[in-house]
């Protein structure tokens, strides 16, 4: 029986457990249970659809999972409801960050009033919501899911940050009536819920809340903007990196019983290289040297934070 080389951490949360569950199944159904590439054959679904489902990448959609419960020998309306459970959990939109972080999400109320004039989109990985340079004409609210803000300069794309659940993309370009200043870019599922620029001006002008907390919104990107200017030219390279890392942590970090946080977005050196103002080779001895010092735990696609040691802060002496 085929199996794929990637491990899975179950902890990195419930779509890669579901990935390992079916895994699981697909070991119990035996050495005579159909292979992926039979069951392509059988279902019209192609291979790298149901490999995906298998790695924990993304939710597989319905037929999917129904086509392996089938096939493996499972009870296809369990394993049917546990994905629409998994769906319902990772749409589900925090009122406040998961930790104690400065990212910006929205109250109840405020989410309501823009889901009941919104429209939803859905985003695969690598695809984008909004362009660098084309006109701002929405606002969209991330229900789910991690966006990666970059922008071009010299030939080269250089990651300024990113938005996650609860967080806004194109409230800039549409609050000034300008051109999109950086390109917004899926780097996982997204959900989103979109307003037009039109809509989105109409509701703010008629709604003192949502005024308020669109201007934090604002207020708090130039903040960190101007932090990250301050700490290029305070702070050496790895320790503007460990702060970036731990800003990821407060801001979208998932805790663990055994004490780290899960940064669930899928992070590459590239990515911290950028935003950390550091070459490539730096960031991956950073890397090292933090892994080392029992700062952090890396694995395939994701990072976590652990406990800063006993009697220590984790910064350079």
């Known amino acids: 029986m085929s199996r794929l080389p ?28 159909r292979s992926v590439g039979e069951i392509g054959a059988r279902t019209g679904i192609p291979r790298s659809t149901l490999y995906a489902a298998l790695r924990g990448d993304r939710l597989p959609r319905r037929e999917v999972v129904a086509a392996l419960a089938r096939e ?24 406040q960050p998961p930790v104690s972080g400065h990212a910006v999400t929205f109250t109840r109320d405020v989410l309501a009033l823009w889901h009941e004039n919104s429209t939803r989109r859905e985003y695969r990985r690598g695809d984008t919501l909004a362009v660098e340079g084309d006109p701002g004409t929405t606002v969209q609210l991330v229900d789910r899911g991690f966006v990666k803000i970059s922008k071009t300069g010299s030939g080269l794309t250089v990651t300024h940050g990113f938005r996650g ?15 999109s200043s950086t390109t917004a870019t899926a780097v996982t599922e997204v959900a ?8 989105f001006l109409d509701l703010v002008a008629a709604n003192r809340a949502l005024a308020s907390q669109v201007m934090r919104a604002l207020a708090v990107h130039v903040l960190a903007q101007e932090d990250g200017r301050h700490s290029a030219a305070a702070k050496t390279g790895k320790d503007r990196l460990l702060e970036i890392l731990r800003d990821l942590a407060d801001n979208w970090g998932q805790p663990a019983d055994d004490g780290s946080i899960l940064i669930p977005i899928p992070l590459t050196q590239q990515d911290l290289a950028h935003m950390a103002d550091l070459s490539l080779s730096s960031t991956a001895r950073a890397l090292a040297e933090f892994r080392q010092r029992g700062l952090v735990k890396t694995g395939y696609h994701h990072l976590r934070m ?6 220590g802060t984790g910064a350079d002496e």
């Not at 990935?19 to 035996?30: I, N």
């Not at 493996?72 to 939109?93: H, S």
């Not at 652990?306 to 009697?311: A, F, N, R, S």
């Open 72 to 95: 493996w020998g499972g009870d296809e309306a369990r394993w049917l409801a546990k994905r629409a459970e998994i769906e319902q959990a990772l749409t589900m939109v925090p009122v």
């Open 306 to 311: 652990l406990p800063v040691p006993h009697g």
């Open 6 to 33: 990637t491990p899975i951490d179950p902890a990195a949360g419930p779509v890669a457990e579901f990935a390992a569950a079916l895994r699981r199944l697909q070991d119990a159904a035996g050495a005579r249970t």
């Open 192 to 199: 989103a819920s979109v307003l037009t620029s039109s809509r």
């Open 165 to 179: 659940p609860g967080t806004l993309v194109g409230e800039t370009a549409a609050m000034a009536s300008l051109r």
